[in-house]
């Protein structure tokens, strides 16, 4: 076995568990969604059933993710990462606390725009943190994602960009409808497609080909 | 004349075979993994990879559990002690392998 074969064993077993993309893209699309419906103005409230079918985007979201998450199970069965025990548990634990904490105050330091604009910050720090967060997907887990490093280049020249004025800071408020908030969500969808198909192309020759197989015969008994 | 077979580090034959060898680096990297997990990354078609299994098992170097979710049996396989000490020698070994210079066994000429 030479060391290519050596890495992407390991890369594939120690990555599997992040690079399940397709668990993460209904969240960002479903964002998306949200994003573009705030910006065109559209604001569900004429009547129930109108209310109810913007409702219904989020148990359908939900729905694909269980979706996305059982068919990773069944395509690619179980893998127990080394990281498991209480303090594994606790620095994950701590550090999705701490990464919730400082992006709601990125949002909240951004968004002192509207009230004190001549005193804000002129650095869209939602943007930094984001950038910071595909850079830390790069990293982890043992580099094998390389197209984080892109999103991460994107994200840091729109901070570059909020810096100097060229883009106004404000279409980046998460949650705003703005476009700078279509771009933040549809990159998050687009990175977890992107991890997918990093994990496919992991796989041995021999399993894209089953894979394959077993697509086109399914296609097959739908047509029967 | 030099034997080399003497000065070289010898990989242990049983983990070298690529099929085991796949099968052992894979569940090195991970705390435990199940049969088609092993079976899609592996590349090796089921009747292999369970003869394999069952042949690492005998030996013991990996620990096969069977676990029961839902209706469904679940094969997990983990690596062992032996395992683990096994697969970072041969490892160990062969990378003394690739820094090993021929031309440091040769004989001086002269």
Known sequence: MDLAERNRLIAVTKGFQP???LIYVPAGLLNVALSVANSSGYHPHHSVAEVLGFLALFPCAIAATFAAW???RRRFG???????????????????MVAIVTLVGAMYVDDTFYEHPAASYPVSLTCLWWAILYVSFYLAPYGVRPHSLWFAALFFGLCFLTLVGVAPKSQFFMGSGRAGDIVIWLAFSVHGLLDHLLLLRLLPKASQEQAAA???AQSGKQHD | MTDLSEKLPAPNRLVHEPARLAI????SACDSADFLFLEQVTGLSKGNLSVQLTNLEA???VEIRKELVGKRTHTMVTLTNLGRDEIQSYWEKMDELRAYRVSSLMPQEG
Do not use: D, E, I
């Open chain 1, 19 to 21: 690079l399940r993309g």
């Open chain 1, 70 to 72: 059982w068919y990773y």
């Open chain 1, 78 to 96: 179980v893998v127990r990462s080394k990281c498991r025990g209480g303090r594994s548990v606790l620095l994950l634990t701590v550090g999705t």
């Open chain 1, 214 to 216: 077993q697509s086109a």
């Open chain 2, 24 to 27: 052992l680096t894979v569940l």
């Open chain 2, 59 to 61: 030996v013991g170097l």
